[in-house]
């Protein structure tokens, strides 16, 4: 049965919040306080706004408002179930953290152009929370865009030779794909629909296209919203590492990427259709293109001695998982796919706080550099083994759980390869991350690059990591609510 709605503009206004904030954080370019007090101010108003929409969604109803009728049946319209509140959740919460953190990575290098930075970051999260609440294909590509835009003067924000040539990477890659493979296949949706753009939770392209032109449409969608990191759309991620940490951990975590995969989500659930994919078997295609993706990425991963490029490298893996295990076509595999985008996003930018605390406080990168770093930075090693735990998927992290429920739903399927290749990728999780550990804190005492002597980087930058580690370990034991959003959601979608 399909869920009831109510009509309500919130939607809108969690949209739109960090948007109007721009304003009062340029006006206030000179009172530094004043300035990140005014991002605080939005992102936790853009948090409550979201949160007060979780108990209505919880109760199986949708949330919607159409702002703007161009023509007939294309429309600017926002819509909230599960799938698209677990992906505001994340966003919105991270966003306030990630401002925390910004304010000790940014002030602790004193970084130049602070103010275009955190105005581009809340415009930013306005294109994310538009993606996550979209109601129709088009209203979704428009965010799509939007963020590329809003994210690429971050990426260049140090305006040196390697920044444009990362931007330059990072933008052309992006606008190539989505109007290149995106666009198309969405003016191929509207015309042969007459019209349909609006998301269905049973899909509403059944009936209008045959096999072969599923196909096509499925591969266009899949490689176009190449946010997503699949490759060989992916070289745009480890280039974009050239961005300030906090940027890096906007696209890895939170923003960029999530909304890659989110729109993959969105469009075979919403667009396709479950069981129009089943019937077709092309979830088939979909699991081996995400599987070697995983292999891959993770075998480059290990050879990468600069932390932040063996962190891209690993999220591209990681991003693969969710694609994965919503091609699965199982209640498990839906399930675990879309916590995993929860459950990622807090492990994995806690290790990219982590690196970026690592460099403000001693300018190291590589991690050869890293040796006994655990004795001088003893709080922010502890937090990073956290991170990896949660990316391994080893119990006391929350990782475990999106994990589990991957791995049940390739068993669910029969689709034994998958677990093989999900297996084998987590013990590559291992092997790039837990000798990291171990060398910071267990290195011989001629191997250490770093004297006894704890110091930490800027107090704002170790308070934030220390609570996403510390948020990884709570939905260990506490999974709510991504658990129930993502549970109902792949019920409503899947009928089975």
Not at 124 to 153: C, D, H, K, Q, R
Not at 220 to 238: E, I, Q, R, V, Y
Not at 383 to 412: C, E, M, N, R
Not at 440 to 467: I, M, N, R, T, Y
């Given at each position: 049965m399909s869920p009831t709605n109510i009509t309500s503009f919130t939607p809108v206004l969690a949209c739109i919040v960090s948007l109007l904030a721009v304003l009062p954080i340029i006006l206030l370019r000179s009172k530094p306080n004043l300035r990140e007090g005014a991002t605080f101010a939005a992102g936790i108003l853009k948090f409550g706004l979201v949160v007060s929409m979780l108990p209505t969604i919880l109760a199986g109803t949708t949330i919607s408002y159409t702002l703007w009728e161009i023509v007939p049946n294309l429309t600017i319209g926002f819509r909230v179930d599960g799938l698209g509140m677990l992906f505001a959740l994340v966003a919105s919460s991270l966003w306030i953290v990630?401002?925390?953190?910004?304010?000790?990575?940014?002030?602790?290098?004193k970084e130049h152009s602070q103010t275009r930075f955190y105005s581009f970051f809340a415009v930013s999260l306005s294109a994310t929370i538009g993606v996550a609440f979209a109601a129709n294909l088009f209203t979704l590509y428009l965010f799509y865009e939007m963020l590329s835009l809003a994210t690429y003067p971050l990426v260049t924000h140090h305006q040196d030779k390697e920044a444009r040539t990362g931007g330059r990477t990072y933008l052309t890659?992006?606008?190539?794909?989505?109007?290149?493979?995106?666009?198309?296949?969405?003016?191929?949706?509207?015309?042969?629909?007459?019209?349909?753009?609006?998301?269905?939770?049973?899909?509403?392209?059944?009936?209008?296209?045959?096999?072969?032109?599923?196909?096509?449409?499925?591969?266009?969608?899949?490689?176009?919203?190449?946010k997503s990191g699949l490759m060989p759309f992916h070289s745009w991620l480890p280039g974009a590492m050239v961005a300030p940490t906090p940027v890096s951990a906007l696209l890895h975590a939170v923003a960029v990427v999530k909304v890659g995969v989110f729109c993959i989500l969105r469009v075979y659930s919403g667009?396709?259709?479950?069981?129009?994919?089943?019937?077709?078997?092309?979830?088939?295609?979909?699991?081996?293109?995400?599987?070697?993706?995983?292999?891959?990425?993770?075998?480059?991963?290990?050879?990468q001695d600069n932390l932040k490029r063996r962190l891209a490298f690993s999220t591209i893996g990681q991003l693969s998982y969710i694609i994965l295990?919503?091609?699965?076509?199982?209640?498990?595999?839906?399930?675990?796919?879309?916590?995993?985008?929860?459950?990622?996003?807090?492990?994995?930018?806690?290790?990219?706080?982590?690196?970026?605390?690592?460099?403000?406080?001693?300018?190291?990168?590589?991690?050869?550099?890293?040796?006994?770093?655990?004795?001088?930075?003893?709080?922010?090693?502890?937090?990073?083994?956290?991170?990896?735990?949660?990316?391994?998927?080893?119990?006391?992290?929350g990782g475990f759980w999106s994990k589990f429920h991957l791995l049940y739903g390739t068993v669910q399927e029969g689709?034994?390869?998958?677990?093989?290749?999900?297996?084998?990728?987590?013990?590559?999780?291992?092997?790039?991350?837990?000798?990291?550990?171990?060398?910071?804190?267990?290195?011989?005492?001629?191997?250490?690059?770093?004297?006894?002597?704890?110091?930490?980087?800027?107090?704002?930058?170790?308070?934030?990591?220390?609570?996403?580690?510390?948020?990884?370990?709570?939905?260990?034991?506490?999974?709510?609510?991504?658990?129930?959003?993502?549970?109902?959601?792949?019920?409503?979608?899947?009928?089975?």
């Amino acid at each position: 049965m399909s869920p009831t709605n109510i009509t309500s503009f919130t939607p809108v206004l969690a949209c739109i919040v960090s948007l109007l904030a721009v304003l009062p954080i340029i006006l206030l370019r000179s009172k530094p306080n004043l300035r990140e007090g005014a991002t605080f101010a939005a992102g936790i108003l853009k948090f409550g706004l979201v949160v007060s929409m979780l108990p209505t969604i919880l109760a199986g109803t949708t949330i919607s408002y159409t702002l703007w009728e161009i023509v007939p049946n294309l429309t600017i319209g926002f819509r909230v179930d599960g799938l698209g509140m677990l992906f505001a959740l994340v966003a919105s919460s991270l966003w306030i953290v990630t401002s925390l953190y910004s304010i000790g990575y940014m002030r602790g290098l004193k970084e130049h152009s602070q103010t275009r930075f955190y105005s581009f970051f809340a415009v930013s999260l306005s294109a994310t929370i538009g993606v996550a609440f979209a109601a129709n294909l088009f209203t979704l590509y428009l965010f799509y865009e939007m963020l590329s835009l809003a994210t690429y003067p971050l990426v260049t924000h140090h305006q040196d030779k390697e920044a444009r040539t990362g931007g330059r990477t990072y933008l052309t890659h992006l606008l190539t794909t989505s109007i290149g493979f995106v666009l198309p296949a969405l003016i191929f949706v509207f015309l042969k629909t007459g019209g349909s753009m609006e998301f269905a939770s049973s899909g509403f392209l059944k009936g209008y296209i045959g096999e072969t032109e599923a196909l096509v449409l499925l591969l266009l969608f899949t490689f176009g919203f190449a946010k997503s990191g699949l490759m060989p759309f992916h070289s745009w991620l480890p280039g974009a590492m050239v961005a300030p940490t906090p940027v890096s951990a906007l696209l890895h975590a939170v923003a960029v990427v999530k909304v890659g995969v989110f729109c993959i989500l969105r469009v075979y659930s919403g667009v396709f259709g479950i069981e129009f994919l089943k019937e077709l078997d092309l979830g088939t295609i979909i699991t081996w293109i995400a599987a070697c993706t995983i292999i891959v990425s993770s075998l480059i991963a290990l050879s990468q001695d600069n932390l932040k490029r063996r962190l891209a490298f690993s999220t591209i893996g990681q991003l693969s998982y969710i694609i994965l295990g919503m091609a699965l076509l199982t209640p498990m595999g839906a399930t675990g796919s879309m916590m995993h985008i929860a459950m990622h996003a807090f492990g994995k930018i806690t290790l990219f706080f982590c690196a970026g605390a690592i460099f403000e406080a001693t300018g190291k990168k590589n991690i050869s550099q890293m040796v006994g770093i655990g004795k001088r930075m003893p709080i922010t090693m502890i937090a990073f083994f956290i991170g990896s735990l949660s990316i391994v998927g080893i119990p006391l992290a929350g990782g475990f759980w999106s994990k589990f429920h991957l791995l049940y739903g390739t068993v669910q399927e029969g689709q034994y390869a998958m677990l093989a290749v999900l297996l084998t990728s987590s013990l590559l999780n291992a092997a790039y991350f837990f000798p990291i550990v171990f060398k910071a804190f267990f290195c011989k005492p001629g191997e250490s690059q770093f004297e006894d002597k704890v110091e930490e980087a800027h107090p704002a930058a170790v308070a934030a990591l220390s609570f996403t580690a510390l948020a990884t370990v709570v939905f260990f034991f506490y999974p709510e609510p991504f658990y129930s959003l993502a549970e109902a959601a792949a019920s409503q979608f899947t009928n089975f």
